[in-house]
Each structure stands twice: as C-alpha cells, then as structure tokens.
C-alpha cells in the first residue's frame, strides 16, 4: 500500500449548503435495514485480521485440517483452531470430518468473491 499517510489525504469538501433531497431521499429508500448494515461491519471486522486473510487464502486452493494450517503458518494448533472459530462463527469456513481428521474449506463461492474483490482493489492502490 501507499507510503501516505493518513492526514496527508487530501478531502474536498462540497462548497454549497443545498440538500439534494430527491438523491437523498430515494438512497434512504434503498439503504437496508440497520441490522443488516451492522451484520455487514462485523463481516468485515473478521477479515481485519491477517492471520485470518492467511487462514482464508490458504483455503483457496486446498481444503485442509488444522494440523496442515498451523504447519504453513508456523503457528500453534489452538491459534489455529480459535481463529478458525471465528472465521466459522463468521460462516466463512465450513468443515468435515473424515474419521479423527476434520478438514476445512471456505463457505461458499462469496467467500472467494469478497476476498478477490478486496484483493483486486489493493493490487490496483499498489499500481498507482
């Protein structure tokens, strides 16, 4: 990402005091309820975490069982094991079991497409 920081971003505030109430109106239609728009932020808090984007990304391409996780990561099965509970609670990952092993695997196809759109978006602040 960008060397900037965050208070040398320049804003542009607008100069004039008029409501647009016909654009403000018909947005306030559209909104969802408030509920959803929190159930959105905490979605979005649970991938404010690296370990997380890593758990994530690792689960890309493989299913795999915590053992192999904490082994790419170099981290310890219960850091492994409590992010994961987060990232199922967030039902971002599922898993299964096959006999004492459990693998896990993302969700579904929006977890892919959440991730890649974030992705694509920091690949293209790096190319500015």
């Known amino acids: 990402m960008s060397n900037k920081n965050i208070d040398d971003i320049e804003v542009k505030n607008c100069e004039c005091t008029d409501i647009h109430t016909n654009i403000v109106d018909k947005t306030k239609e559209e909104m969802p309820e408030e509920e959803m728009l929190y159930d959105l932020a905490e979605l979005f808090k649970v991938f404010g975490d690296t370990t997380r984007i890593k758990i994530l990304y690792a689960l890309f391409s493989n299913e795999m069982c915590v053992c192999d996780i904490a082994s790419l990561l170099n ?27 459990v693998y896990y695997s993302l969700d579904d196809s929006h977890v892919s497409q959440i991730f890649d759109c974030g992705l694509h978006h920091i690949e293209e602040m790096y190319k500015r």
């Not at 219960?78 to 004492?100: M, N, P, T, W």
């Open 75 to 101: 981290m310890t099965h219960s850091a492994i094991s409590h992010q994961l509970r987060v990232l199922k609670q967030a039902r971002l990952v599922k898993f299964r079991k096959e006999g004492k092993v």
